[in-house]
Protein backbone atom coordinates (compact mmCIF):
# COMPACT_ATOMS: atom_id res chain seq x y z
CA UNK A 1 0.00 0.00 0.00
CA UNK A 2 1.03 3.60 -1.04
CA UNK A 3 -0.18 4.90 2.51
CA UNK A 4 -0.15 3.96 5.82
CA UNK A 5 -3.75 5.36 7.00
CA UNK A 6 -4.53 5.81 10.71
CA UNK A 7 -8.27 6.50 12.02
CA UNK A 8 -7.85 9.09 14.90
CA UNK A 9 -10.58 9.64 17.94
CA UNK A 10 -12.74 11.02 15.29
CA UNK A 11 -13.17 8.16 12.85
CA UNK A 12 -13.75 9.87 9.87
CA UNK A 13 -10.31 12.31 10.58
CA UNK A 14 -7.21 10.04 9.01
CA UNK A 15 -3.89 10.21 9.29
CA UNK A 16 -2.43 9.15 5.86
CA UNK A 17 1.47 8.41 5.99
CA UNK A 18 3.30 8.08 2.46
CA UNK A 19 5.53 5.37 1.47
CA UNK A 20 8.75 7.04 1.43
CA UNK A 21 11.71 6.00 -1.00
CA UNK A 22 14.94 7.93 0.50
CA UNK A 23 19.04 7.57 -0.42
CA UNK A 24 21.73 9.46 -0.16
CA UNK A 25 20.23 11.74 -3.38
CA UNK A 26 16.94 12.35 -0.96
CA UNK A 27 13.68 11.52 -1.27
CA UNK A 28 10.98 10.38 -2.72
CA UNK A 29 7.34 9.93 -2.43
CA UNK A 30 3.92 9.74 -4.07
CA UNK A 31 1.72 12.54 -2.38
CA UNK A 32 -1.41 11.60 -4.23
CA UNK A 33 -3.05 9.18 -6.13
CA UNK A 34 -6.51 9.10 -6.67
CA UNK A 35 -7.09 5.32 -7.51
CA UNK A 36 -4.36 4.49 -4.08
CA UNK A 37 -6.16 7.00 -1.96
CA UNK A 38 -9.71 5.43 -2.46
CA UNK A 39 -8.19 2.05 -1.80
CA UNK A 40 -6.70 2.62 1.50
CA UNK A 41 -9.08 5.01 2.55
CA UNK A 42 -11.94 3.47 0.85
CA UNK A 43 -13.45 6.90 -0.23
CA UNK A 44 -13.92 7.93 -3.86
CA UNK A 45 -13.69 11.48 -3.61
CA UNK A 46 -13.27 14.04 -6.58
CA UNK A 47 -10.67 16.82 -5.40
CA UNK A 48 -11.12 19.90 -7.25
CA UNK A 49 -8.87 22.48 -5.75
CA UNK A 50 -5.40 22.89 -4.62
CA UNK A 51 -4.56 25.56 -2.09
CA UNK A 52 -1.16 26.42 -0.89
CA UNK A 53 -0.21 29.23 1.84
CA UNK A 54 2.68 30.49 4.03
CA UNK A 55 2.66 31.76 7.24
CA UNK A 56 4.69 32.53 10.01
CA UNK A 57 5.56 31.25 13.27
CA UNK A 58 2.32 31.70 15.67
CA UNK A 59 -0.09 32.29 12.97
CA UNK A 60 -3.39 30.51 13.79
CA UNK A 61 -5.52 30.07 10.40
CA UNK A 62 -8.69 28.71 11.35
CA UNK A 63 -11.20 27.03 12.27
CA UNK A 64 -13.14 27.35 8.90
CA UNK A 65 -15.57 25.49 7.52
CA UNK A 66 -18.44 26.23 4.56
CA UNK A 67 -21.91 26.16 5.63
CA UNK A 68 -23.20 25.09 2.24
CA UNK A 69 -20.85 23.36 -0.53
CA UNK A 70 -18.94 21.90 2.29
CA UNK A 71 -15.34 21.08 1.92
CA UNK A 72 -13.62 17.73 2.75
CA UNK A 73 -9.75 18.51 3.04
CA UNK A 74 -6.43 16.80 2.49
CA UNK A 75 -3.68 18.58 4.20
CA UNK A 76 0.06 18.88 4.73
CA UNK A 77 3.12 20.59 4.98
CA UNK A 78 6.11 20.81 2.77
CA UNK A 79 7.76 23.29 4.85
CA UNK A 80 7.93 23.53 8.64
CA UNK A 81 5.58 22.03 11.45
CA UNK A 82 2.25 22.99 12.39
CA UNK A 83 -0.52 21.57 14.82
CA UNK A 84 -3.50 20.93 12.85
CA UNK A 85 -6.99 20.45 14.28
CA UNK A 86 -10.37 19.02 12.84
CA UNK A 87 -13.38 19.97 14.99
CA UNK A 88 -16.87 17.49 14.29
CA UNK A 89 -19.58 20.39 13.60
CA UNK A 90 -22.34 17.72 12.87
CA UNK A 91 -25.03 17.64 15.19
CA UNK A 92 -25.72 14.28 14.94
CA UNK A 93 -23.24 13.03 15.25
CA UNK A 94 -21.97 11.48 18.45
CA UNK A 95 -18.36 13.13 17.99
CA UNK A 96 -20.69 16.43 17.68
CA UNK A 97 -18.10 19.08 19.17
CA UNK A 98 -15.00 16.80 19.54
CA UNK A 99 -11.67 17.58 17.98
CA UNK A 100 -8.77 16.26 17.14
CA UNK A 101 -5.57 17.55 16.74
CA UNK A 102 -1.69 16.47 14.81
CA UNK A 103 1.46 17.88 14.15
CA UNK A 104 2.14 18.03 10.78
CA UNK A 105 5.83 19.27 9.29
CA UNK A 106 7.73 18.72 5.86
CA UNK A 107 9.82 16.19 8.28
CA UNK A 108 7.20 13.37 8.84
CA UNK A 109 5.69 13.71 5.63
CA UNK A 110 2.09 13.59 7.02
CA UNK A 111 -1.26 14.28 5.71
CA UNK A 112 -4.64 14.55 7.03
CA UNK A 113 -7.96 13.74 5.93
CA UNK A 114 -10.45 16.25 7.05
CA UNK A 115 -14.12 15.36 5.68
CA UNK A 116 -16.73 17.85 4.95
CA UNK A 117 -18.59 18.77 8.18
CA UNK A 118 -15.87 19.53 9.98
CA UNK A 119 -14.04 22.87 10.66
CA UNK A 120 -10.75 23.30 10.15
CA UNK A 121 -7.59 25.15 11.13
CA UNK A 122 -3.93 25.25 12.30
CA UNK A 123 -1.00 27.08 14.32
CA UNK A 124 2.64 27.30 12.95
CA UNK A 125 4.82 25.62 15.53
CA UNK A 126 8.18 26.83 13.12
CA UNK A 127 9.63 29.46 12.14
CA UNK A 128 7.25 29.68 9.31
CA UNK A 129 5.62 26.61 7.56
CA UNK A 130 4.00 26.43 3.89
CA UNK A 131 0.90 24.21 3.88
CA UNK A 132 -1.03 22.87 0.82
CA UNK A 133 -4.23 21.13 0.62
CA UNK A 134 -6.75 19.40 -1.51
CA UNK A 135 -10.27 20.25 -1.31
CA UNK A 136 -13.48 18.22 -2.41
CA UNK A 137 -15.57 21.41 -3.32
CA UNK A 138 -14.50 25.22 -4.37
CA UNK A 139 -14.56 27.81 -1.91
CA UNK A 140 -17.55 29.90 -1.83
CA UNK A 141 -16.69 33.42 0.58
CA UNK A 142 -20.45 33.53 1.01
CA UNK A 143 -20.51 30.70 2.95
CA UNK A 144 -17.33 30.45 5.05
CA UNK A 145 -17.62 30.50 8.26
CA UNK A 146 -15.12 30.51 11.27
CA UNK A 147 -15.31 28.11 14.57
CA UNK A 148 -13.78 30.48 17.84
CA UNK A 149 -9.82 28.86 18.16
CA UNK A 150 -10.14 29.39 21.56
CA UNK A 151 -13.85 28.37 21.98
CA UNK A 152 -14.09 26.55 25.91
CA UNK A 153 -16.89 24.48 25.04
CA UNK A 154 -14.75 22.90 22.59
CA UNK A 155 -11.81 23.14 24.27
CA UNK A 156 -8.87 22.66 22.01
CA UNK A 157 -4.96 22.49 23.39
CA UNK A 158 -3.56 24.53 21.13
CA UNK A 159 0.34 24.52 21.83
CA UNK A 160 0.71 28.26 21.98
CA UNK A 161 2.54 29.87 24.58
CA UNK A 162 0.68 32.94 23.82
CA UNK A 163 -2.20 35.08 22.36
CA UNK A 164 -1.77 33.60 18.03
CA UNK A 165 -1.36 35.56 15.24
CA UNK A 166 -5.54 35.96 13.79
CA UNK A 167 -7.11 37.09 10.83
CA UNK A 168 -10.13 39.69 11.78
CA UNK A 169 -12.22 37.37 10.64
CA UNK A 170 -10.98 34.36 13.04
CA UNK A 171 -11.13 36.89 15.95
CA UNK A 172 -14.75 37.52 15.00
CA UNK A 173 -15.68 33.82 15.07
CA UNK A 174 -18.50 32.24 16.79
CA UNK A 175 -18.58 29.86 19.44
CA UNK A 176 -19.79 26.61 18.96
CA UNK A 177 -23.37 27.52 20.39
CA UNK A 178 -23.49 30.77 18.33
CA UNK A 179 -22.38 29.54 15.03
CA UNK A 180 -24.35 27.82 12.11
CA UNK A 181 -23.82 23.98 11.78
CA UNK A 182 -24.78 20.96 10.32
CA UNK A 183 -27.23 18.85 10.88
Avoid at 13 to 26: M, Q, S, T, Y
Avoid at 47 to 74: M, W
Avoid at 125 to 148: G, H, I
Wanted: glycine letters at 8%; one cysteine or more; aromatic letters at 14%.
Amino acid sequence: MPYTVTPTSLPEVLILEPKVFGDARGFFFESFNALDFAKCTGLDTPFVQDNHSKSAKGVLRGLHYQIQHPQGKLVRVTQGEVFDVAVDLRRSSPKFGHWEGVVLSADNKRQLWVPPGFAHGFVVLSESAEFLYKTTDYWFPEFERSLLWSDPTVGIQWPVGGPPLLAEKDRAAKTITTAELFE
